[in-house]
């Protein structure tokens, strides 16, 4: 059954496909991940004017008939982020959030949440570029983990589900889910209590403060979790 797309979307990469096309992926508000054939974007680049550029909004339409390649109709910009591709900071802090999105998110399965938040870290770097320095990518890590199926859990051994002993510390292991009690044999990073009370709020939605050193721990954390469930190649 052929039918049209029409959908906000967030460009998220591009491989060559033959001598001329390129394949490329995007997060759309509607559809969740979508890969699209794009004819012709290596010898004239006026069809998808800018819009093969990261972090940018783009209004998308494709043609789908099932196929696993979409073919791409249209795709302008629509909500420009020059603040964000003119910082270097911001500019990987957005690159790193959009790989994530793109090993973590299934295809075809929409992921509405995902979008709202990825808008929401986007808009965020582009007022405030420092921003970028700090946790507004931890906390859409995490809430991406949380949305795919992967969530860290702060307040249980994620691998027999006791809950975890209210005021101490506990071992974190990222590959494993989060939290692993001393039965599961947990290794991994230690995190003191209050700390990991923060991070289950920022996880489920709320807001909650890191230092810069909690912030490196908790990068960490998201990373290793990301390169665990996903292809996304561990940081050399
Ligand atoms: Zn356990």
Same mark, same amino acid.
């Given at each position: 059954?052929?039918?049209?797309?029409?959908?906000?979307?967030?460009?998220?990469?591009?491989?060559?496909?033959?001598?001329?096309?390129?394949?490329?992926?995007?997060?759309?508000?509607?559809?969740?991940?979508?890969?699209?054939?794009?004819?012709?974007?290596?010898?004239?680049? =006026?069809?998808?004017?800018?819009? !093969?550029?990261?972090?940018?909004?783009?209004?998308?339409?494709?043609?789908?008939?099932?196929?696993?390649?979409?073919? !791409?109709?249209?795709?302008?910009?629509?909500?420009?982020?020059?603040?964000?591709?003119?910082? !270097?900071?911001?500019?990987?802090?957005?690159?790193?959030?959009?790989?994530?999105? =793109?090993?973590?998110?299934?295809?075809?399965?929409?992921?509405?949440?995902?979008?709202?938040?990825?808008?929401?870290?986007?808009?965020?770097?582009?007022?405030?570029?420092?921003?970028?320095?700090?946790?507004?990518? !931890?906390?859409?890590?995490?809430?991406?983990?949380?949305?795919?199926?992967?969530?860290?859990?702060?307040?249980?051994?994620?691998?027999?589900? =006791?809950?975890?002993?209210?005021?101490?510390?506990?071992?974190?292991?990222?590959?494993?889910?989060?939290?692993?009690?001393?039965?599961?044999?947990?290794?991994?990073?230690?995190?003191?209590?209050?700390?990991?009370?923060?991070?289950?709020?920022?996880?489920?939605?709320?807001?909650?403060?890191?230092?810069?050193?909690?912030?490196?721990?908790?990068?960490?954390?998201?990373?290793?979790?990301?390169?665990?469930?996903?292809?996304?190649?561990?940081?050399?």
């Amino acid at each position: 059954m052929r039918r049209t797309i029409e959908t906000e979307a967030l460009f998220l990469g591009a491989v060559p496909y033959g001598e001329t096309a390129v394949v490329a992926t995007w997060l759309t508000e509607r559809e969740g991940k979508l890969s699209t054939m794009v004819r012709g974007a290596r010898s004239s680049r =006026r069809r998808v004017n800018g819009a !093969l550029d990261y972090v940018h909004g783009v209004y998308l339409r494709a043609e789908d008939t099932g196929a696993e390649l979409l073919t !791409l109709k249209e795709a302008v910009v629509r909500h420009v982020r020059l603040g964000v591709t003119g910082d !270097l900071d911001a500019l990987a802090a957005a690159g790193t959030a959009l790989r994530w999105v =793109r090993h973590a998110c299934p295809p075809r399965t929409p992921e509405p949440d995902v979008f709202q938040e990825l808008s929401v870290l986007l808009d965020d770097l582009e007022r405030q570029p420092s921003s970028a320095k700090g946790q507004g990518l !931890l906390t859409f890590g995490l809430r991406l983990l949380r949305h795919v199926g992967y969530e860290l859990v702060f307040d249980r051994c994620a691998s027999c589900g =006791r809950p975890r002993p209210p005021a101490r510390r506990a071992h974190v292991d990222a590959g494993r889910g989060g939290v692993i009690c001393r039965a599961c044999h947990g290794g991994g990073e230690v995190l003191a209590d209050d700390l990991l009370l923060r991070l289950a709020r920022i996880s489920s939605g709320e807001v909650a403060q890191l230092s810069r050193k909690e912030g490196d721990l908790v990068m960490r954390l998201v990373t290793r979790a990301m390169t665990s469930h996903t292809e996304l190649a561990p940081p050399r």
